[in-house]
């Protein structure tokens, strides 16, 4: 396994970015301690081609610029919405940033995809990678409590890249964690991934108003778009959804077990993504609105060039008791760990 380390930028502040690079010889992927930012996965073809397939910029700048992205950045300290802006916790009412509409969007305007984070390399029996840490001081985001945060990103020689979340608070509060990578299994700026098949293992879905904040209700995908309980190509059905994809898929889960979530096939390349995970819901998000977006290498993002599978906890769950509860408590660990295993 080859590691590389290099600086690539430094912030106004003063404070170092620095990228890791960790191959397998085989494939290899490239992280950012700039918000923990996965910045390059590239992967061989069937007929030997390699190509980048996730979406990311050319620069730190560029991320910093366009941070409403998200582009393959770790989200915290709650991923996705809670409905406005807001939440009750222990009889005491939390005011967030209202960054969507009246609602809280991935933490907020100061979310983790912003910030610098400490960062080590990693050596293990299971894999090689990096080791991101920062601790997020109470009162950050508005959420309540002083947050230890682990980001781990481990490449093995089976092409598994594991990423495991791990928190630990002096308070209780509501957590949820997940990386946003852009996936487009033709390489990056190799147009839409319409054609691209996906299967979830989910037989029900979480309906949302226009916001996209979860109504409460838990539908059945059966005999709808939404029903990719057998491989389908996003395309087939996604003009019947308004807006496109954009729903927390719920999984069958089996206890804390890994589980499988999701995959995707690519027919042009014959690569594939296969996902396992421990948390219980994963938002497919069709990029929908990504529209002229320049990336790297002088690529053109556009409506439909990738789709994220963010592996998490359903969205707005401090405002919705009838959901699964992730909220943590003093000297508890939270921890959430997602596999993307690759093949061609």
Same mark, same amino acid.
């Given at each position: 396994m080859k590691i590389k380390k %290099?600086?690539?930028?430094?912030l106004p502040d003063g404070k170092k970015i620095h990228l890791f690079t960790i191959s397998n010889g085989e494939m =290899? @992927?490239?992280a950012t301690d700039y918000g923990c930012t996965i910045t390059s996965i590239i992967l061989p073809s069937k007929s030997g081609r390699k190509d980048d397939i996730v979406l990311g910029f050319p620069s730190i700048e560029s991320y910093m610029k366009n941070w409403t992205c998200f582009f393959g950045v770790f989200v915290g300290r709650f991923a996705n919405r809670i409905g406005g802006a807001s939440f009750t916790l222990n009889g005491k009412k939390y005011c967030l940033d209202d960054n969507d509409g009246g609602n809280t969007l991935h933490g907020g305007f100061h979310g983790y995809n912003r910030m610098k984070w400490k960062a080590e390399i990693v050596e293990t029996q299971s894999g090689s990678g990096v $080791? @991101?840490? $920062? +601790?997020?001081?109470d009162g950050? %985001?508005?959420f309540p409590g002083t947050v230890s945060l682990e980001v781990l990103y481990l490449l093995n020689d089976n092409n598994e890249l594991t990423m495991r979340y791990r928190a630990k608070t002096d308070a209780d509060t509501p957590i949820n *964690? +997940?990386?946003?990578? /852009? @996936?487009? *299994?033709s390489g990056a700026g190799n147009g839409d991934v319409l054609d691209q098949e996906l299967c979830i293992n989910a037989d =029900? /879905? *979480?309906?949302v108003d226009k916001q996209l904040i979860p109504t409460g209700k838990l539908l059945s995908v059966k005999g709808t778009p939404f029903d990719f309980t057998e491989p389908k190509k996003i395309g087939k059905e996604i003009g019947a959804v308004p807006g496109g994809y954009d729903h927390c898929f719920c999984l069958n889960k089996d206890g804390a077990k890994l589980i499988n979530c999701a995959t995707v096939r690519d027919p042009a390349t014959e690569r594939t993504m296969t996902i396992r995970t421990n948390q219980p819901g994963v938002q497919f998000y069709a990029a929908n609105s990504v529209n002229g977006v320049c990336g790297k290498n002088g690529d053109i993002y556009n409506k439909h060039s990738a789709l994220c599978l963010e592996t998490q906890q359903y969205p707005d769950f401090p405002n919705k008791p009838d959901f699964p509860q992730s909220i943590l408590h003093a000297n508890e660990l939270f921890e959430a760990v997602t596999v993307h295993s690759f093949g061609w």
């Amino acid at each position: 396994m080859k590691i590389k380390k %290099q600086k690539i930028a430094v912030l106004p502040d003063g404070k170092k970015i620095h990228l890791f690079t960790i191959s397998n010889g085989e494939m =290899s @992927f490239s992280a950012t301690d700039y918000g923990c930012t996965i910045t390059s996965i590239i992967l061989p073809s069937k007929s030997g081609r390699k190509d980048d397939i996730v979406l990311g910029f050319p620069s730190i700048e560029s991320y910093m610029k366009n941070w409403t992205c998200f582009f393959g950045v770790f989200v915290g300290r709650f991923a996705n919405r809670i409905g406005g802006a807001s939440f009750t916790l222990n009889g005491k009412k939390y005011c967030l940033d209202d960054n969507d509409g009246g609602n809280t969007l991935h933490g907020g305007f100061h979310g983790y995809n912003r910030m610098k984070w400490k960062a080590e390399i990693v050596e293990t029996q299971s894999g090689s990678g990096v $080791r @991101f840490s $920062r +601790t997020s001081p109470d009162g950050e %985001q508005g959420f309540p409590g002083t947050v230890s945060l682990e980001v781990l990103y481990l490449l093995n020689d089976n092409n598994e890249l594991t990423m495991r979340y791990r928190a630990k608070t002096d308070a209780d509060t509501p957590i949820n *964690l +997940t990386n946003h990578s /852009y @996936f487009n *299994l033709s390489g990056a700026g190799n147009g839409d991934v319409l054609d691209q098949e996906l299967c979830i293992n989910a037989d =029900s /879905y *979480l309906e949302v108003d226009k916001q996209l904040i979860p109504t409460g209700k838990l539908l059945s995908v059966k005999g709808t778009p939404f029903d990719f309980t057998e491989p389908k190509k996003i395309g087939k059905e996604i003009g019947a959804v308004p807006g496109g994809y954009d729903h927390c898929f719920c999984l069958n889960k089996d206890g804390a077990k890994l589980i499988n979530c999701a995959t995707v096939r690519d027919p042009a390349t014959e690569r594939t993504m296969t996902i396992r995970t421990n948390q219980p819901g994963v938002q497919f998000y069709a990029a929908n609105s990504v529209n002229g977006v320049c990336g790297k290498n002088g690529d053109i993002y556009n409506k439909h060039s990738a789709l994220c599978l963010e592996t998490q906890q359903y969205p707005d769950f401090p405002n919705k008791p009838d959901f699964p509860q992730s909220i943590l408590h003093a000297n508890e660990l939270f921890e959430a760990v997602t596999v993307h295993s690759f093949g061609w």
